[in-house]
């Protein structure tokens, strides 16, 4: 987060009619220019006549920009900012508030440059003087209405979606699996072949004793694809099981229209499936609540298709087995994916006892963190430069977001289309606004060394928490101090992680199990011949040869 700007030493005298003052005018072209009503040359003639109406006001530097108001990342932004601080100017002069920008966190910043750089701002068709507190509030005030009505955009878009969907049309993006879109009407009308395998897959559910994966086995084993033309799943299959889409009814949100498009299963044979869904929910659930179950799911890549490994379990005549399979062979089976499962229970216990070992070696650990120190010292050239192009990144999806919610409000862009960009967009502001706060750590934050001290209070702390806790504690300790398990040929690497706000602590208090700043170290702990079950060993065994 950045620091806060001192407030500046440099005195402003406040604006009088008989002040002399140096103007630097600011203009802003639209992202969508031929929809409003004052281009560059409007702006500079108006701005211009303002100027000339007051006593003693000479224009010295000109500004201008063709980019949206939603970012800062703009040329001639730059420059005005640079010659403020200069002191090549003592007023900029935009015509409307929103030229200046559209963001009211933006706009505070912008009044803080000024400010600390003793540049007065005014708005030509604005009251406000910002050389007084009341008149710096006004534009806080005016920038909060400028974002309240970006606001109101987007929920016109999200009420659009609402009102299409009442109406019976598809709001939802790309077609579902059955239907196609009708580009007069837009509506649902059934796909000439995929309708009857939508048929094929409801009566096989409801007329056999086939699961959702058997089906999805069924269809692949036949050459059938989804609408991705990928492999099905037992999960997709599911899902369409559970879609009142195929009765007929499409909705967003709270809205729902019947009868919006024809059915491709008639309502006996939904609710036949609907209640052997129920019927074998409780088995699902149990499956998908005894997941918590496994340390480390999520933790190991399968080496064939790249997927994670989750926890699965079979039945035996005396016992439940559980092992970790790849994602792929869990959904597909092994026609998905080859990969061979891996027993949990040995290897969840070889990793905890290869945790606690691991923190049985203070020197081992300082000298990882004073690695770690070093080598975020060296690359903090490369950091900043990757925050910088983050920065660029960042202000180009805003502003295509600027630019898509302006296209809707003049009528050039549907609501649906720039509903789904929008929704896109700010997910990847969502991801390059997390990588932005790691490199913010990185560049900014180095380890403390640790302490002995430290290394075996948080031994001592783990020990007891993987060896008496519930399987809750296990798996937050787990997901804490394990990165991931690597798997490579004969051999499996756990990847553990440094915690170092825990090392950073001499007391006697309990172990965090909360994230935080951390890195990871590779130790080897695990060898065997194969990966199938009863073949994993622990470290402490010796190593047979390959």
């Not at 229970?345 to 020197?363: Q, S, Y």
Request: glycine residues 8%.
């Amino acid at each position: 987060m950045a620091a806060r700007r001192k407030p500046t030493t440099r005195r402003r005298e406040a604006i009088t009619p008989e002040t002399m003052l140096r103007v630097a005018i600011y203009t802003r072209r639209s992202t969508d220019d031929e929809h409003q009503p004052y281009t560059i040359e409007a702006q500079t003639q108006k701005l211009t006549a303002y100027v000339d109406s007051q006593p003693g006001w000479q224009i010295t530097a000109r500004f201008t920009d063709d980019a949206s108001g939603a970012t800062l990342d703009r040329p001639g932004l730059t420059k005005a900012l640079a010659a403020a601080r200069a002191g090549r100017f003592d007023l900029l002069l935009v015509y409307r508030l929103d030229r200046f920008s559209r963001r009211i966190r933006d706009l505070a910043t912008l009044m803080d440059d000024l400010d600390a750089a003793g540049v007065h701002f005014r708005s030509a068709t604005e009251p406000f003087d910002t050389s007084s507190p009341a008149g710096r509030l006004f534009v806080q005030m005016l920038g909060a209405f400028a974002e309240f009505e970006r606001e109101v955009i987007i929920d016109r878009v999200i009420n659009g979606m609402e009102r299409k969907a009442a109406k019976g049309e598809w709001t939802h993006g790309p077609r579902p699996y059955g239907y196609l879109v009708d580009p007069d009407t837009h509506r649902l009308v059934p796909h000439p072949d995929e309708q009857h395998i939508v048929k094929e897959i409801f009566d096989l559910y409801a007329g056999t004793r086939l699961g959702t994966r058997a089906i999805a086995a069924k269809l692949n084993e036949h050459g059938k694809r989804t609408r991705a033309g990928k492999p099905w799943s037992g999960h997709t299959i599911g899902r369409m099981l559970g879609n009142r889409l195929y009765l007929g009814e499409v909705g967003f949100r709270d809205v729902t229209a019947e009868y919006a498009h024809p059915p491709l299963v008639d309502e006996d044979l939904f609710n036949q499936c609907q209640a052997i869904l129920e019927a074998r929910g409780e088995a699902h659930s149990q499956r998908a609540a005894a997941n918590s179950d496994y340390d480390l799911t999520g933790r190991i890549t399968c080496p064939k298709c790249g997927c994670k490994y989750v926890g699965t379990s079979a039945t035996g005549k005396l016992r439940r087995y559980r092992y970790y399979t790849c994602f792929t062979r869990a959904r597909y089976g092994s026609s998905g994916c080859d990969a061979a499962r891996i027993d949990a229970d040995l290897l969840d216990g070889t990793v905890a006892e290869g945790l606690i070992d691991f923190f049985r070696k203070p020197d081992l650990i300082i000298e990882a963190v004073a690695a770690e120190r070093t080598l975020r010292a060296d690359g903090a050239d490369r950091h900043q430069a990757e925050l910088d192009a983050i920065a660029g990144q960042i202000s180009t999806a805003e502003a295509a977001v600027d630019r898509y919610l302006t296209a809707f409000e003049n009528g050039t862009l549907d609501e649906r289309t720039c509903g789904h960009r929008v929704q896109d967009l700010t997910r990847k502001l969502d991801q390059l606004r997390a990588r932005q706060d790691e490199l913010h750590q990185l560049c900014h934050d180095l380890p403390a060394m640790p302490s002995p001290k430290a290394i075996d209070r948080l031994r001592r702390e783990l020990a007891h928490v993987l060896q008496h806790g519930t399987p809750g504690q296990r798996k937050a300790v787990i997901e804490t101090h394990v990165a991931e398990i690597k798997i490579q040929g004969s051999t499996l690497t756990p990847v553990y992680k440094i915690p170092l706000e825990q090392l950073d602590q001499d007391d006697d208090g309990p172990v965090e199990t909360s994230t935080g700043p951390s890195f990871r170290t590779m130790v080897r702990v695990v060898g065997r011949r194969g990966l199938e079950p009863r073949t994993l060993r622990s470290s402490k065994e010796k190593e047979a040869p390959p």
